[in-house]
């Protein structure tokens, strides 16, 4: 009678801790991973000026890559496939590193006027709530902060419209577009999204897409740095009507980062 081998088994005690020690160091590299990425940017942040001073000192290939980064950080629900449909090529956006001064609510107008015919920012195309420029920020407080800033270009003949939520219902959006002759709009991803959806904010004219991106609050925290801003920002820069006016040379489109 031959013996036969004895395999020895571990215990199942011992593969729950060695299964749960995996998942510990996996936790703690992603945290690493994240603190690292944090540390990094920590150095661009001037929180006295509200501002990151990195979105302005990267050019159009760069600030694609970040776009990307952030997307992939926030978009965790989402597939390969769906994250990769909210890409944004840098061929599409505008190299806007020549831009000398810090970027603060101050220095918009001057920005704008550097990337545009300042006499066409007083204007507004003669079908109502048809905007040239849409100005794009995160929350409706700062939305209402961007508006006074650009107030100099308001004149009887083009309105500046205020398109957020915060104490502004949609309906009264909706009016506001249909009345007015809009030169330039400021609003947050969802409301805009929204207002075109209904047919009230219409992107025919458009020639400008302004994303408010170096802007960050007390927290440290910016429009690209949370998921409940960041995700619809990408959704809003992807929708279809920009997206094949991004791939036409013939378009007049930018996209600038501010």
């Known amino acids: 009678m031959s013996e036969g081998r004895v395999v020895k088994r571990r215990p199942a005690a011992s593969k729950a801790k060695s299964k749960k020690r995996r998942q510990d160091d996996e936790t703690a590299s992603r945290k690493r991973r994240k603190q690292a990425a944090y540390e990094e940017d920590e150095e661009y942040l001037d929180l006295e000026a509200g501002v990151n001073k990195k979105i302005s000192l990267i050019d159009s290939l760069l ?7 952030k997307i992939r950080r926030f978009g965790t629900e989402l597939s390969p496939v769906e994250l990769s449909q909210l890409d944004i090529s840098p061929n ?16 918009l107008p001057e920005f704008l006027e550097q990337f545009t015919d300042p006499k066409k920012l007083g204007e507004a195309p003669k079908e109502n709530g048809s905007p040239h420029t ?9 939305a209402a902060d961007l508006v006074r800033s650009v107030r100099k270009y308001q004149t009887k003949n083009s309105s500046i ?7 502004i219902k949609i309906e009264e959006s909706v009016q506001f577009l249909e009345k007015h002759r809009t030169g330039i709009a400021v609003g947050t991803p969802v409301r805009l999204s929204d207002l075109v959806d209904k047919s009230s904010l219409k992107l025919d004219n458009l020639k400008r897409l302004v994303i408010d991106a170096s802007h960050i609050d007390q927290k440290k925290r910016g429009i690209m740095d949370m998921k409940e801003t960041m995700i619809p920002l990408a959704r809003w820069l992807a929708r279809q009507e920009f997206k094949e006016r991004y791939a036409d040379p013939e378009s007049d489109l930018q996209l600038l980062f501010y």
Do not use: Y
Not at 63 to 69: E, F, G, P, Y
């Open 63 to 69: 600030l694609a890559d970040h776009l990307a980064k």
């Open 161 to 167: 419209a205020k398109l957020f939520a915060k104490h």
């Open 92 to 107: 599409c956006i505008a190299d806007t590193t020549s831009f000398p001064k810090q970027r603060t609510l101050e220095n």
């Open 134 to 142: 849409l100005i794009v920020t995160g929350a409706g407080l700062r």
